[in-house]
């Protein structure tokens, strides 16, 4: 009975690991373009976007991302800031405001001109671009996120993906890497 009840949990366990692995892939591939797209634009790695979606998002699945369009966990901050739509909801507070968006694009625009357009992430952009681990721990050093190994989990996903090979990409080249 215990030999069970321990196969059955190390079953339930993987199944997980191999679900959340499957919407990671998902995500990438509807937004792989998008961020590529943004990259080219705004001058934020591919990679680096990619990785801060799927952690932001746990794969596309949050209710910030659902409800809200909201891929990267953009608060409201204040009137001057954003005026737009907004949703409350539970993150370092209770019932914080986030920003609310109408497409995946536009939150999508909205990252890459939130850390092109303040001061404190400027170091950023003195950054190479193809070097993501500069790029992530800059990103905590700036106070993106609160979580202290904020900047480990975006590495750790960049290379398990090999997302900084979008890094390298012009916009018409993303199809292909896709499904190579």
């Not at 679900?19 to 001058?43: F, G, P, T």
């Not at 920003?99 to 357009?117: G, P």
């Not at 990103?139 to 904020?150: E, Q, R, S, V, W």
């Amino acid at each position: 009975m215990m030999k069970r009840g321990i196969l059955l949990i190390i079953l339930l366990f993987t199944t997980q690991i191999f679900s959340q692995e499957s919407r990671d892939l998902d995500y990438i591939r509807k937004h792989a373009l998008l961020a590529v797209e943004e990259m080219h634009l705004y001058n934020v790695p591919a990679s680096i976007t990619l990785s801060q979606g799927i952690l932001e998002t746990g794969g596309g699945q949050s209710r910030l991302a659902e409800i809200a369009n909201n891929h990267f966990g953009i608060k409201c901050k204040s009137i001057k800031e954003w005026s737009g739509p907004t949703i409350s909801h539970t993150d370092d507070a209770p019932n914080e405001c986030f920003r609310k968006y109408s497409s995946v694009q536009e939150s999508y625009r909205d990252h890459s001109k939130f850390l092109a357009e303040r001061p404190y992430y400027k170091d950023l952009f003195k950054l190479d671009l193809l070097d993501y681990k500069a790029w992530a721990h800059g990103l905590k050093k700036a106070g993106y996120a609160t979580n202290p190994k904020y900047a480990g989990i975006l590495i750790s996903r960049i290379e398990k993906y090999k997302l900084d090979e979008f890094d390298r990409l012009k916009p018409e080249e993303v199809q292909r890497k896709l499904f190579e």
